[in-house]
Every structure is written in C-alpha cells, then in structure tokens.
C-alpha cells in the first residue's frame, strides 16, 4: 500500500504531467488493470518517435508512460548536453531507457552495461524495437574495482545488485573495471546506477575520471552504498577529487546551478567538470517534444 501512494504522490508531482495530472494517473491505474488481465508486451511511445517495450513489474521503466520520463531532470540534462559526435556511458542500463535516449533520440554512440542476463536480453529488444544496433555497443558484464567474477540478485527488477554467493536466486556474472572497457571509446557522459556498488565501479576507473574528454556524471546516491559499508559522502568525495562539481538542472529555464554537495533533494545528483563549458553547452541545444512541452 505505500508502494502504490508513493507512486500517486511521484505522478501527481511530476513536472511534466502539471496540465495533465488526471490523464497521467489514467495511464498508471489503465495499465496495471490491462497487465493484469493480459500481461503481454507492448511497444509505447517515448521521444522524438522512439519507443519502448513495456509490461507489468518490469524494473520500473513503464514509469515513462506515465510521466513521460521518469528521471526529469537527469533524463533532460542529458539531452541537452549530449550531441551525435559525443559517447555515453550507461552504467546499470536496466532495460534501456537512457540509453535510447542517448542514441535514438540524440544519436550518439553508446555503451550500454548491464549485468543480469534476462535483463540484459529486455535490453537488446528495446535496442532493436528502436533499430539502435549501430550506435550501441552492449556489455552483459558487472563493473566493479577488479577483473574477475561477482555475483548478482536476478529476480529484484530494478533493484538487482552484488550479492556473496550464498545469497538465494543469485547468477555468477563477469567483472570488469570501467578503465578496461573504456579503453576504446572515453565518455563524455556517465550514467551509474548500480545499487549502491557506486564506488567500487568508481575505483576501477582513475583514468577515465581523469580523462578532461569526460564532462559529466550522473550517478544514484540513495544510501545502498550502506550495504557494502560506504556512504554518500565518501562517493560524493571521491568524485569531486577528480575536478567534478555537482548540480541541479532546471531544463525548463536551462538553468544550471552549483551546488555545495550531492543533491540530498534526489536520488541521483549530476556531477560537471567545466561548469562553464557545460552550461554554454545546454544553452545552445535543440529543444526536444516531452509530452505537451517543447524543452
């Protein structure tokens, strides 16, 4: 039950549902009624004529047919900032949801990471609903500081992470650092989200961090760090030693403003290198139809 005011109270606040609230919650309450009768997928609209495949408890990305992307202000920085010359990192891609926006929308190459094996394969279907199989390159791996192997959570949706081994429904993945499967194409933009394994993937990349190519970071900082004995602050420490600021967006405004920590207002703050090249950046960039707005 307070899964489902949270979800109300998420819609009914969201920015870009504010001239629609109603229509919103009848696209939330129509879709639980319709997968419940008949839980087969279904291909929706998303931006600029891309589309994803949708269907009940799947890791939560049918939160963009309800608010039109689910991560406003994450989602909107990204589109502004990116260009088609650039590459975009995206680190715990779930299913695909940023990653088509990188390259179906603004058309830049991306690198898309994620580890769980069915998830993963819901990945490569929204790549291909979209015909993006020339512009990402994909990853069925886990980062972390060290080659080797970690286990993983497979039955968590959204909330899939590193387990040890005697953790129930666990599936034995891959580990690579994000130096080694950076070495070809460096990022101009990071997305990590990866359940509170942030720093470990954080120590396995000093020289793409350290690369000036890369610009920006969006990262979860939500307190999973806790599980693995770390915390926010030591990720939000580390990331500012290599040079970054962190922000807040407006994208409505293309206002971007400094601010003195992680976004403590969010689950994910957006980390820049050059505020002014950045800011200058977003200024200039097109606007893209979300809903009823043009941003």
């Not at 990204?78 to 975009?88: E, I, K, P, T």
């Not at 990402?136 to 949706?157: H, P």
Request: with cysteine; charged share 25%; proline share 3%.
């Amino acid at each position: 039950m307070l899964r489902f005011y949270q979800s109300i109270k998420f819609i009914w606040n969201h920015p870009l549902v504010e001239t629609e609230k109603l229509r919103a919650l009848y696209r939330y309450f129509s879709f639980h009624i319709r997968t419940r009768i008949n839980n087969t997928e279904r291909s929706i609209p998303f931006v600029e004529n891309t589309k994803l495949s949708i269907q009940r408890d799947l890791s939560g990305i049918a939160t963009n047919y309800y608010t039109y992307l689910a991560d406003f202000e994450e989602m909107l920085f990204l589109l502004h900032f990116l260009n088609s010359d650039d590459v975009f990192y995206d680190i715990g891609s779930n299913l695909g949801t940023y990653t088509i926006l990188a390259s179906g929308v603004v058309g830049c190459r991306t690198v898309a990471v994620e580890p769980v094996k069915e998830t993963y394969n819901q990945l490569l279907k929204n790549l291909d609903l979209n015909q993006l199989g020339q512009k990402v390159l994909t990853c069925n791996v886990a980062l972390g500081k060290d080659e080797g192997t970690a286990y993983i959570s497979k039955n968590q949706g959204a909330i899939n992470r590193i387990r040890d081994n005697n953790y129930p429904d666990t599936e034995l993945v891959t580990q690579k650092s994000l130096d080694v499967i950076s070495c070809k194409f460096t990022p101009n933009l990071l997305k990590i989200d990866v359940e509170g394994f942030e720093m470990e993937v954080l120590k396995g990349g000093e020289l793409t961090l350290s690369n000036p190519e890369l610009q920006g970071i969006i990262i979860e900082l939500n307190e999973h760090s806790r599980k693995y004995g770390l915390s926010n602050d030591k990720i939000h420490y580390e990331i500012i030693s290599y040079g970054f600021k962190p922000v807040c967006y407006d994208p409505f405004n293309r206002y971007l403003k400094e601010l003195n920590n992680y976004n403590i207002h969010s689950h994910n703050t957006i980390y820049v290198r050059n505020y002014k090249m950045v800011r200058e950046i977003i200024e200039k960039s097109q606007k893209y139809q979300i809903g009823r707005y043009s941003i």
